[in-house]
């Protein structure tokens, strides 16, 4: 078996291990909703699989629902729920239109009722109603995306430029109870950061918000600047919470996986948050440092990273920091990096993300590339093409979960 064998198959049990079904099931079990009627709003890259579970439980006992997942995430239609595939890292029309939709399902609702709320990472994009024009909304979006600012900075900014973010539409839903079933992806779980907390308490202020603006020259019309200085909710006594899963679950699955292959596994962190290309540099150079081992090893770390935008290829975090992993591997002995995300999709890409081992930068043989290909393809910001070239893309599909990212080192003795 390949050490690229390996890294699929704990790539496989991984994700398998974090997918939101039994969570949700967890969560969900011995729950009494009430005589009231029971809404369901799913939204996220995980909508579709969180809301196929709590279908599958409650049944009939859900008065309405909708769905509001990613492109190509939805699997198959769920009796009784509506379900709206929409734009992802950018909203798009189907965004704006199921968003309101849903909030039409909670706006007459009674203290006997009670919204039942899955949410899972990408809900920020997929979830929304603008309070600037939606072209605006878009460029701003863009704007933070290429920036190189993290997924709490974009979703500081998000939070006050939308009537439903930041605690706003569990005031929409009042007074019935918000019931949330959160699937984290943000490193720390912070409640109000996850798909910019719709329905949790804002802890951010518009300090901290004008501050992001100036740090990366976002460009702003007079409106979005008003809107930037209003505080969002602070209190909320309508809503209740529980986080079901967690980047530090999935790196907890990877270690297990490589123990089941033969490695010693070893977490790194599950707090991972600085360039993709820094982060593959130092995962690399791990990979050097521990060469001369007598056994089967493996370095996991956890999180999110981020990109900064400067040229016009394509990919996505993970492929550039499995790309940017390659050159220290040259000429080591079954060694490899790799980098996925566990929702089965980097960037606006269709890979999930990247492989690289000891034999992806050479002399520009067959599946290889020269040094200068390489370099080349990271200034474009073009790594998928890069792996593509090499046979280093991993394509998952949509997986129904979205814990964050992982990326391992093996080094196979």
């Known amino acids: 078996m390949s050490l690229r064998d390996d890294a699929d198959k704990i790539i496989e049990r991984s994700i398998k291990a974090v997918l939101p079904d039994e969570a949700v099931r967890k ?36 008065s309405d629902g909708i769905v509001i997942t990613k492109y190509g995430h939805a699997l198959a239609p769920i009796s009784g729920l509506k379900i709206v595939e929409a734009g992802h890292p950018v909203p798009d029309e189907n965004s704006f239109s199921g968003t309101e939709d849903a909030i039409k399902m909670v706006s007459e609702l009674t203290e006997n009722d009670t919204v039942l709320f899955l949410i899972s990472g990408g809900g920020s994009a997929l979830f929304e109603k603008p309070a600037v024009s939606p072209e605006e909304l878009k460029s701003i979006t863009q704007e933070l995306l290429a920036s190189g600012a993290d997924i709490t900075e974009i979703n500081t900014i998000r939070k006050r430029i939308s009537l439903v973010k930041g605690g706003k539409f569990a005031e929409i839903c009042a007074p019935a109870h918000v019931f949330s079933i959160v699937l984290s992806d943000i490193v720390g779980d912070p409640l109000d950061m ?30 979005a600047r008003e809107l930037l200085m209003t505080e969002t909710p602070k209190e909320l006594s309508n809503t209740e919470t529980v986080i079901t899963g967690s980047v530090r679950e999935l790196c907890a699955a ?74 220290a591997l040259k000429g080591l002995r079954d060694t490899c990096v790799f980098s996925v995300g566990s929702d089965g999709t980097d960037g ?50 949509a997986t129904g979960t979205n814990v964050n990212d992982v990326a391992v080192v093996l080094i196979r003795r």
């Open 194 to 223: 996850i798909a910019s907390g719709p329905a949790y308490p804002d802890s951010s202020t518009s300090e901290d918000a004008l501050r992001i603006v100036e740090k990366y020259g976002i460009t702003l019309s007079e409106r």
């Open 254 to 327: 990877a270690a297990a996986a490589c123990k089941e292959l033969g490695y010693k596994p070893q977490i790194l962190t599950d707090c991972l948050c600085c360039e993709a290309s820094d982060a593959g540099s130092f995962l690399a150079s791990i990979a050097v440092t521990y060469q001369d081992t007598k056994e089967s090893v493996a370095f996991i770390a956890g999180g999110e990273t981020v990109v900064h935008l400067k040229g016009k290829g394509k990919g996505g975090r993970n492929q550039e920091l499995a790309l940017s992993a390659a050159w």
């Open 27 to 62: 969560a969900l079990s011995g729950r009494n909703f009430g005589e009231g009627r029971l809404i369901l709003v799913s939204i996220g890259k995980a909508g579709w699989q969180m809301a196929r579970t709590a279908s599958d439980m409650l049944g009939s006992r859900i």
């Open 348 to 397: 606006p890409t269709d890979a999930a993300g990247g492989y690289v081992d000891q034999d992806t930068i050479g002399n520009g043989g067959e599946h290889q590339l020269t040094n200068k290909e390489a370099e080349q393809y990271l200034l474009d910001n073009d790594a998928y093409h890069a792996l593509q070239c090499t046979n280093g893309l991993i394509m998952t599909g």
